[in-house]
């Protein structure tokens, strides 16, 4: 059992440049999520997926887009990268969206916009 | 959505029990406790949840007072490995609320 995986790991883009992080989870889960950590911060949502075929905005979803392509896929894409989007992403699964289940959580991507 | 206060660090000597608290005075019936923890450059990690009763597995416990308004996680016993940084946060069963806290970082000395 990998649990939840991401790719890449570190990235470094020009503003302006578009890339899609990837995710993935072997576990059977309904629900995924990506969240953004800033430097000394807790993670802010960004997005998540309650269940296949739906997606719902988090706290902060501009500069974001999202695809839930199958039950383990859940790919997040930055159209047009700002250095404000220089962060660490981490991708997490749970059995549903409700409190009732707990979040497991990717190694993160470590992406910088210069 | 209702709120967590944690302190911002505590510090433990190694092999000795860690307890730390979390306030959430704005608690509402339907809302878990939930406890996550980041070690460092990793990715968070899940601890322990609770609804109203204490719960132990094999990695803590969770204490909830009896008016939810506060809940502790213990560490039985502290290993340099629990250094890291404690996120408590609340988790409607409708669910609401991702909101992770800045959270509380543990430092354990050997």
């Known amino acids: 059992n990998a649990g939840v995986t991401q790719t890449p790991k570190f990235q470094v883009l020009k503003t302006g440049q578009s890339m899609t992080l990837q995710c993935a989870q072997d576990m059977n889960h309904n629900s995924m999520y990506w969240y953004r950590q800033d430097p000394g911060m807790g993670l802010r949502l960004i997005y998540y997926s309650a269940s296949e075929g739906t997606t719902d905005k988090g706290e902060v979803p501009n500069g974001y887009n999202v695809s839930r392509l199958n039950k383990r896929e859940f790919s997040l894409r930055l159209e047009s990268a700002a250095p404000s989007q220089t962060s660490v992403y981490f991708c997490?699964?749970?059995?549903?969206?409700?409190?009732?289940?707990?979040?497991?959580f990717g190694p993160g991507t470590r992406l910088t916009v210069l | 959505d209702a709120k967590t206060t944690q302190p911002n660090s505590m510090e433990s000597n190694e092999e000795e029990p860690v307890h730390l608290p979390c306030n959430h005075s704005?608690?509402?019936?339907?809302?878990?406790i939930h406890w996550y923890r980041q070690l460092p450059s990793q990715g968070p990690e899940y601890v322990i949840h609770g609804l109203t009763s204490n719960v132990n597995n094999r990695m803590a416990s969770l204490a909830i007072a009896e008016d939810r308004k506060s809940s502790t996680l213990i560490l039985h016993r502290a290993t340099l490995r629990d250094a890291a940084v404690y996120y408590c946060?609340?988790?409607?069963?409708?669910?609401?609320?991702?909101?992770f806290g800045p959270g509380t970082r543990l430092s354990v000395l050997p």
């Open positions: 946060i609340l988790r409607d069963v409708g669910g609401q609320n991702f909101v």
């Open positions: 704005t608690i509402s019936g339907t809302d878990y």
């Open positions: 997490a699964s749970s059995g549903s969206w409700t409190g009732v289940y707990e979040q497991f």
